[in-house]
């Protein structure tokens, strides 16, 4: 056995050790995205996900790569290891992996330029006695449904300390109804 010393990139994750915090970061990773996806040159954007937009199986748009996307999405899960704040949007994307539309692709594209823009971000833990590691749960409900299935998308958010961690999609009465009567 060898000791490395500190560990400063695994599995994609970039982290950086001081005396008093540990910050990981996955920008190399997200550099990887961006040029296995030919977006390295995209105008990064401020948001994850546009106002207003709701997604739905679409199917009118032309119909893209399953595999593609597919890999594309699971990129983009693997990097909320360290970005947890763009699970929700993700997971949004991830619902189309069966049958993905153009529309679908440009909004998980979006998402590729928004990363661009915060390349540098990541998730801080620090290590100091002086900070008191208390968790602390949010959640939320969009309680309006989703267009092909009426069920309604929770978030919940879990911060430890100073970092936040964590969308799940839930039946509503009508469509448990529905699997009990067939």
Not at 65 to 84: C, E, F, H, K, V
Not at 96 to 110: E, I, Q, V
Not at 134 to 151: A, K, M, P, Q
């Amino acid at each position: 056995m060898t000791d490395l010393g500190d560990m400063k990139y695994f599995l994609g994750m970039e982290v950086l050790q001081c005396s008093d915090e540990i910050f990981i970061c996955q920008q190399k990773y997200i550099s990887d995205i961006l040029n296995r996806f030919k977006m390295q040159d995209c105008k990064p954007v401020s948001t994850p996900i546009s106002t207003g937009l709701n997604l739905g199986k679409d199917e009118d748009s032309k119909k893209v790569d399953d595999s593609m996307y597919r890999s594309l999405i699971g990129n983009l899960l693997y990097l909320t290891a360290s970005r947890p704040h763009i699970l929700f949007v993700v997971s949004l994307r991830s619902r189309f992996m069966h049958s993905p539309r153009d529309t679908h692709l440009t909004a998980a594209k979006r998402v590729l330029t928004y990363i661009k823009g915060t390349s540098k971000f990541g998730t801080f833990f620090p290590t100091s006695a002086d900070v008191t590691m208390n968790l602390i749960g949010y959640s939320d409900s969009d309680w309006d449904g989703g267009f092909d299935d009426s069920r309604r998308t929770s978030g919940y958010l879990f911060c430890l300390g100073t970092s936040c961690f964590s969308s799940r999609k839930q039946e509503t009465k009508f469509n448990q109804q529905l699997k009990l009567s067939t």
